[in-house]
């Protein structure tokens, strides 16, 4: 079975800092998506940005981007010019490439300082 | 509708009543999801819809556990006999078809209590 770990329950960082969350999963497919969805206090999951494993080429979507590492099953997503609105519970998700359900971890909680 | 419509919004119950939980999901999608999410959890899969049909029930916990979509709209998810652990956020998504290139657009989940 595929797991996925997200092993900082909480990061904080300064309005207009760079934030780095962090994601590591396990799989033994070859085919997959890995995504990150944000999570604010209306409990409506966004996503933010989705990576193919078969790409090399690193997604960015604006602010967002992600260092994805397949040998080392690592996802971890950069937030540059963070800003207040970006407060919320981020989740990593993987989808296997025939798959539709998605597997997600536990969460970070990110804080936004003024 | 414009988006994925979960009523209600929040549910308190007594143990061992039962409860119904409705997703409207986006006009058109045909692939529906559900979702559970305990506090300070992920959410964890539940089961799928492709049209009228559960295509993977693999995630419901037990036999208390029901959901059905019978015109390929409006999905149910109904828990009988509810029990204390059953209280979480139940999210539901859609997306246009079941393939993996369609992204998936969640509700605001419902809020189950059990007291």
């Known amino acids: 079975a595929q797991t996925v770990t997200q092993s900082q329950p909480e990061m904080s960082v300064q309005e207009a800092e760079t934030v780095t969350l962090s994601c590591t999963y396990d799989?033994?497919?070859?085919?997959?998506?890995l995504f990150w969805y944000k999570q604010p206090p209306s409990r409506q999951m966004i996503l933010v940005i989705r990576?193919?494993?078969?790409?090399?080429q690193n997604a960015t979507e604006n602010r967002f981007s992600v260092n994805f590492q397949k040998a080392a099953k690592s996802f971890s997503l950069k937030i540059s010019d963070s800003q207040l609105g970006d407060a919320a519970m981020y989740f990593c998700a993987y989808r296997r490439g025939y798959g539709n359900k998605l597997v997600f971890g536990a969460g970070t909680i990110l804080r936004v300082k003024s | 509708g414009a988006g994925v419509s979960q009523t209600p919004s929040n549910k308190v119950t007594e143990k061992g009543k039962y409860v119904e939980l409705r997703c409207d999901p986006i006009s058109g999608h045909t692939a529906l999801y559900w979702y559970r999410q305990s506090l300070g959890q992920g959410p964890e899969f539940l089961i799928y819809f492709q049209g009228t049909g559960a295509a993977d029930d693999s995630g419901l916990p037990n036999d208390r556990f029901f959901a059905v979509r019978p015109e390929g709209s409006v999905s149910t998810l109904k828990i009988q006999r509810t029990e204390r652990g059953d209280s979480a956020v139940y999210l539901c998504?859609?997306?246009?078809?079941?393939?993996?290139?369609?992204?998936?657009?969640f509700g605001q989940g419902t809020r189950l209590t059990v007291v």
């Open positions: 799989t033994s497919e070859s085919d997959y998506y």
């Open positions: 990576q193919e494993a078969y790409k090399q």
């Open positions: 998504a859609s997306s246009a078809t079941g393939t993996v290139n369609t992204e998936a657009f």
